[in-house]
């Protein structure tokens, strides 16, 4: 059980550092537990090979006639496929991933810092996934477009499975965590450690450093580092727009009467 605080509304528990580190076990247990379940599930269903072939229609569709990947290492056709299930299995479980995470830390939090954390794990959950499609279905077909196109006269393309498989997650992690940038600006305003009108000071910097990003993150060729740029860029203005929407932590808990929210209703 808890207590609540009537000056401060937070919870005050009453559990020991071991109660909470039990805590911390089983919901870590959950996360290991629907992975492993989505993961066989998509394993004896039969979707291992699909989802590999999926994730590489847009490399296979810029491919010349009649060419084809190969597996370089003797257990790749076998290992590969298996590993993209695993790294689907848990993009799939992201949102029960950060629900765990919600639930944990719940109870140590405000009830105005509840109303506001649960919808930025939400817009972030769906903008993780946003960045993976928008990698898929824009980036990749232009990157490999480019790519093959460029391959000199005699020089068949044949791309080794597993490196490509790499190639696609780290594209998909890049494009997922980069279009996090509104829930960072946000969080960066409510927490009282930058002010908009800081971050709006600093709006060349961040458009020359969306470029030096874009750069270490993407393959070496100007298209796909601009794919990654212009998103990143326009992300932090969306999220510098909707971060003058936040009270800044500070204010609240020191009770500004200019800036503060409304006190929570008992």
């Known amino acids: 059980m808890s207590e609540v605080n009537p000056e401060e509304g937070l919870e005050q528990p009453e559990q020991t550092f071991i109660s909470h580190l039990i805590e911390l076990r089983n919901r870590l247990l959950w996360i290991v537990f629907c992975v492993l379940a989505v993961f066989f599930g998509l394993t004896f269903l039969g979707y291992t090979n699909k989802i590999y072939s999926l994730v590489a229609d847009p490399l296979m569709k810029h491919m010349p006639a009649n060419s084809t990947m190969i597996a370089i290492d003797v257990a790749s056709p076998f290992l590969t496929p298996f590993k993209l299930s695993l790294i689907a299995a848990i993009f799939i479980s992201i949102p029960i991933i950060l629900y765990q995470f919600w639930a944990f830390v719940a109870p140590g939090l405000y009830k105005h810092e509840r109303r506001l954390i649960l919808p930025l794990i939400i817009a972030s959950t769906l903008l993780f996934y946003l960045g ?19 391959a000199p006269v005699g020089v068949a393309v044949m791309t080794d499975i597993t490196k490509y498989l790499d190639f696609a997650l780290t594209m998909f992690f890049a494009f997922g965590v980069c279009f996090e940038i509104p829930i960072l600006t946000i969080v960066l305003v409510w927490t009282g450690i930058v002010t908009p009108a800081t971050l709006a000071a600093q709006r060349p910097y961040v458009f020359l450093g969306a470029f030096i990003v874009g750069m270490f993150l993407t393959p070496p060729d100007a298209i796909s580092q601009t ?39 008992d």
């Open 132 to 150: 993976v499609v928008f990698a898929y279905f824009v980036v990749f077909p232009l990157v490999f477009g480019f790519l093959t196109a460029t």
């Open 227 to 265: 794919m990654l740029a212009i998103p990143m860029w326009l992300l932090f203005e969306i999220g510098l727009l909707f971060s003058r929407l936040y009270t800044p932590r500070s204010d609240v808990e020191t009770g500004n009467p200019q800036t503060a929210i409304a006190k929570d209703e």
